[in-house]
């Protein structure tokens, strides 16, 4: 008996490290072709062929976009330039004016580790009149000036800041 279990697991043994034998044939796998060349946006350039978009992509620059533009830019940098602030409430305070991406980029911003701490002057709009998605705000503080980057998903939509960007050689 000892004999036929030890005959029986050397063929076990053989049997599961042999290849399995394939009875179907290799079939190559299917190639991709572009059938048509794609296209760069950038530039001016138009990411489909053939198709054109319009200059300012369904949203202009008015005096209102302007000013809810500049108004969220200045609340959003008063916020942020609060090193006092306990970081809990500081977040909160600021993470409903900033993108989802800027709320989960700052949310573990200490801000004692800020180092401005009040806006010093007016801040200067940067616009791109083919472009109304999006904005810059500098803004003079007392560390420099702070670059602030606004967006929006629609003409109708709020501005949401989604960098704040220091003064070069400050963190």
Same mark, same amino acid.
């Given at each position: 008996?000892k004999r %036929?279990? &030890? !005959?029986? !697991?050397?063929?076990l043994?053989?049997?599961?490290c042999?290849?399995? #034998?394939? &009875?179907?044939? !290799?079939?190559?796998?299917? &190639?991709?072709t572009?059938?048509?060349?794609? @296209?760069?946006s950038a530039?001016g350039k ?8 319009p200059a300012t992509?369904?949203?202009?620059? /008015?005096e209102?976009?302007?000013?809810? #533009?500049? $108004? &969220? =830019?200045t @609340?959003a940098?008063?916020l942020?330039a609060?090193?006092?602030?306990? /970081?809990?409430?500081w977040?909160? *305070? ?6 989802p991406? %800027?709320?989960a980029d +700052?949310?573990?911003? $200490?801000?004692?580790n800020i ?7 007016q801040?200067?709009?940067i616009? $791109? *009149?083919?472009? =109304?998605?999006?904005?810059h ?6 560390? =420099?000036? +702070? /670059?602030v980057?606004?967006?929006?998903? !629609?003409?109708d939509?709020?501005w949401?800041?989604?960098?704040f960007?220091p003064?070069? =050689?400050?963190?």
């Amino acid at each position: 008996m000892k004999r %036929a279990l &030890t !005959a029986l !697991a050397v063929v076990l043994l053989c049997t599961a490290c042999s290849p399995a #034998a394939s &009875t179907t044939p !290799a079939t190559p796998s299917p &190639t991709a072709t572009a059938s048509t060349e794609a @296209t760069l946006s950038a530039g001016g350039k138009s990411q489909a062929p053939g198709g054109t978009a319009p200059a300012t992509l369904g949203i202009g620059w /008015d005096e209102t976009s302007k000013k809810t #533009a500049l $108004d &969220t =830019g200045t @609340t959003a940098m008063t916020l942020y330039a609060r090193p006092t602030v306990n /970081d809990k409430v500081w977040i909160q *305070e600021l993470g409903q004016l900033l993108t989802p991406q %800027a709320a989960a980029d +700052y949310q573990y911003v $200490d801000p004692a580790n800020i180092p401005v701490t009040k806006i010093t002057g007016q801040g200067r709009l940067i616009i $791109d *009149e083919s472009n =109304g998605f999006g904005c810059h705000i500098v803004f003079p503080t007392n560390a =420099g000036n +702070y /670059d602030v980057q606004l967006l929006r998903t !629609a003409a109708d939509k709020p501005w949401q800041v989604n960098r704040f960007t220091p003064p070069n =050689g400050t963190k």
